[in-house]
């Protein structure tokens, strides 16, 4: 799978120097996937391809640090609910989808995704849900897939109890990662063939799976079926947890078959909710009123001592560990479960944070795996139900990078768009519309984004075979909106993972 290849003429993008990348072009052989020499006119290389920069500026690999695959591949092909503000808006959506799929796939199950009920007026309800389906089974993901509403059909083929709302949090997981249970539901191993092409011609090598299925059984089954190449690594949950540790499989282990481009990653445990579904827990109550009628802060998902065994189980089996947390009191519960447990690993998220717990992520060697475009969505809402305060110390980029955290940005594909220079231009001028950047004290440079993008990787021999090509230098000095609009816009030229080139502009 790996390949060979000589990129000449490429000016690189220096991630550790705080000057321009301004020096003069160089060549980059990539010999059996990895980066072999760097310099300038470097000797041809008998059979090996040879690709003319024509001075561009040369990038590693971009990697998203956070997506659930299957979902993302899935929902692209649901019902999209993003942006109704109440459930009779999503049941209009709804009316049309219904009547095709009964036309034409009557054995199928309606899906759906984006909803964000946090900001509704009412909760919905199982029964007008039912009153517009009937017998067709309809799930419902919200858009921060932290609960579903499900009809009772779906309920019944899941062999979930009756309810009448929504289903959330941990019993929401348990169906989540079953709905490829219901029909036609499954995307096939050459359903991702197109969508990560895609993500090669952003200048994707690489991504972290988070998905709840067993993406560690699934990923050598993509890459052989022509997904790809692209760097994979696979966690495991809780449930999988002792078929991964019989296994022997250990965090950076590569998969078999996949010539190492799939390895294992860390144990993920979700410690508690979202703040879209207003199950993110806090130190202190929502400020519009309680978080949900029986949790004021939010919910945990699994208390200190529980995260504790989990994390001394992974760790004495090879295993780091990666614990998301949203709200302030997950962030400081998953520091005292790490300070307890002595795992290795990140905090998942860490979406609001208090100072002092952004210098303990620090003093415990712990990454922050984080997701700027989420602050798109959630601006207002952190606003409106967690206040003035701690909306200062939400998406705490700038917090984090000056406590000494290494940060890693990702998606939470298909929470945000699978998109790095999304994510990139979000961290640096935190806006998606005409509004200023919200909060502009807690952004990170251009130069840092880029640096939290690429997996802590550099253009130089050793390095993994993985180079980006722009037609513009990211760098490129400019205000935080300008700087931020030049990266959503980055137009890439050329992409190589593992020394194979997956896209091309000609």
Not at 442 to 450: D, I, S, V, Y
Not at 471 to 488: G, K, N, V
Request: with cysteine; charged share 20%.
């Amino acid at each position: 799978m790996n390949g060979s290849v000589l990129v000449r003429q490429v000016r690189i993008v220096d991630l550790d120097d705080a000057s321009p990348a301004s020096q003069e072009p160089r060549d980059v052989l990539i010999s059996d996937g990895v980066i072999a020499d760097v310099g300038t006119h470097l000797t041809p290389v008998a059979g090996v391809e040879e690709i003319d920069g024509h001075g561009r500026w040369a990038i590693p690999g971009l990697w998203d640090a956070h997506v659930h695959a299957t979902q993302w591949v899935r929902t692209a092909r649901m019902v999209q609910l993003g942006g109704t503000a109440e459930p009779d808006d999503v049941l209009e959506r709804l009316r049309g989808p219904l009547v095709e799929l009964a036309r034409r796939h009557p054995d199928r199950t309606l899906f759906g995704f984006g909803f964000r009920s946090a900001g509704w007026s009412r909760q919905p309800t199982v029964a007008e849900l039912d009153a517009i389906s009937g017998a067709a089974p309809v799930v419902l993901i919200s858009g921060d897939a932290h609960s579903g509403w499900l009809n009772s059909a779906a309920l019944t083929l899941l062999g979930a109890p009756a309810r009448d709302g929504a289903v959330s949090e941990n019993e929401w997981f348990g169906l989540l990662r079953r709905l490829d249970e219901l029909p036609g539901a499954v995307p096939g191993p050459a359903d991702f063939i197109d969508p990560i092409a895609a993500l090669a011609a952003k200048g994707v090598t690489g991504l972290v799976d988070f998905e709840f299925a067993d993406s560690f059984v699934d990923w050598p089954l993509r890459l052989a079926a022509g997904v790809g190449p692209l760097r994979v690594r696979t966690a495991v949950y809780p449930h999988q947890l002792e078929q991964v540790i019989a296994a022997g499989l250990r965090t950076g282990d590569p998969l078999p078959g996949t010539g190492g481009l799939a390895t294992m990653a860390p144990l993920k445990v979700i410690t508690d909710g979202s703040l879209g579904t207003r199950t993110a827990w806090t130190h202190e109550p929502y400020s519009d009123g309680p978080a949900t009628p029986d949790h004021p802060c939010g919910v945990a998902n699994y208390s200190v001592a529980e995260l504790v065994e989990f994390i001394r189980r992974a760790t004495a089996a090879g295993l780091e560990v990666a614990l998301h947390a949203i709200g302030d009191r997950a962030n400081t519960a998953v520091l005292d479960a790490f300070a307890a447990g002595g795992g290795r690993g990140s905090v998942e998220h860490a979406q609001l944070v208090t100072r002092g717990d952004a210098d303990r992520m620090a003093a415990l060697g712990l990454r922050a795996s984080v997701q700027p475009a989420h602050l798109l969505d959630d601006r207002d809402l952190t606003d409106r139900i967690w206040g003035a305060e701690r909306a200062e110390r939400s998406f705490p980029l700038r917090m984090l990078a000056d406590a000494g955290v290494r940060l890693a940005l990702g998606s939470d594909a298909p929470v945000a768009e699978l998109d790095p220079w999304l994510a990139m231009a979000c961290a640096v001028h935190r806006s998606g519309d005409e509004r200023p950047g919200w909060h502009p004290e807690q952004a990170l440079t251009p130069r840092e984004a880029l640096a939290a993008s690429v997996d802590g990787r550099r253009l130089r021999p050793g390095e993994p075979g993985d180079l980006v090509l722009l037609d513009d230098d990211p760098l490129s000095p400019a205000p935080p909106a300008e700087a931020a609009h030049a990266l959503r816009h980055m137009q890439v030229q050329l992409t190589i993972c593992a020394g194979t080139v997956t896209h091309a502009t000609h």
